[in-house]
T-cell receptor
Framework: KAGVTQTPRYLIKTRGQQVTLSCSPI?????VSWYQQTPGQGLQFLFE???????NKGNFPGRFSGRQFSNSRSEMNVSTLELGDSALYLC????????????FGPGTRLTVL | GQQVMQIPQYQHVQEGEDFTTYCNSS?????IQWYKQRPGGHPVFLIQ???SGEVKKQKRLTFQFGEAKKNSSLHITATQTTDVGTYFC????????????WGLGTSLAVNP
């Protein structure tokens, strides 16, 4: 099976802009979770989508949003970018839910200038 | 709130030395997962522990789950340069609020 794919792999934006990241899960996996990873902060859970519905949410502001399509592909959007949003954004897919073994994609490295 | 503390934050060893990272939870866990992230890479699942007192081995890696299911450890015997990376634990808290809580990771550097 192909692994989790994420596009784009690298992105440079300026403050105030918005960005959309994409994640394609492993075939057959219905749950997609998104994480933000920054040095010293580890993996911060953003949200989980399952069957096109947001099932779990972390403690991030409303500027961070996501959605999932019927083919389980997911997108996350960050509006009004801030310098502190610079991070590696990882998505992980699992067959059933965000508490199962996480299969991570390679991540999108976002730099906000 | 629910936390998983992971120590140490960094560890620098000579190749051939042993290495251990510890995770401690403030509440009882249903299970704990371990992941490894190589520099520039993404986290990769290593193992899941479920039973109280469980011990699992993967070649030079030994994983333990405490009797009270509140702590866990990963021990690497005779480290190699291929062991370099950050090791994360992620605990699933028992009870209704089923969320995976991640430790901050232990970064391992190995001197050849």
């Amino acid at each position: 099976k192909a692994g989790v794919t994420q596009t784009p792999r690298y992105l440079i934006k300026t403050r105030g802009q918005q960005v959309t990241l994409s994640c394609s899960p492993i075939s057959g996996h219905r749950s997609v979770s998104w994480y933000q990873q920054t040095p010293g902060q580890g993996l911060q859970f953003l949200f989980e989508y399952f069957s096109e519905t947001q099932r779990n949410k972390g403690n991030f502001p409303g500027r961070f949003s996501g959605r999932q399509f019927s083919n389980s592909r997911s997108e996350m959007n960050v509006s009004t970018l801030e310098l502190g949003d610079s991070a590696l954004y990882l998505c992980a897919s699992t067959p059933q839910g965000s508490t199962d073994t996480q299969y991570f994609g390679p991540g999108t490295r976002l730099t906000v200038l | 709130g629910q936390q998983v503390m992971q120590i140490p934050q960094y560890q620098h060893v000579q190749e051939g030395e042993d290495f251990t990272t510890y995770c401690n939870s403030s509440t009882t866990l249903s299970n704990i997962q371990w992941y490894k992230q190589r520099p520039g890479g993404h986290p990769v699942f290593l193992i899941q522990l479920v039973k109280s007192g469980e011990v699992k081995k993967q070649k030079r890696l030994t994983f333990q789950f405490g009797e009270a299911k509140k702590n866990s450890s990963l021990h690497i015997t005779a480290t190699q340069t291929t062991d370099v990376g950050t090791y994360f634990c992620a605990g699933l808290h028992a009870g209704n609020n089923r969320k995976l809580i991640w430790g901050l990771g232990t970064s391992l550097a190995v001197n050849p």
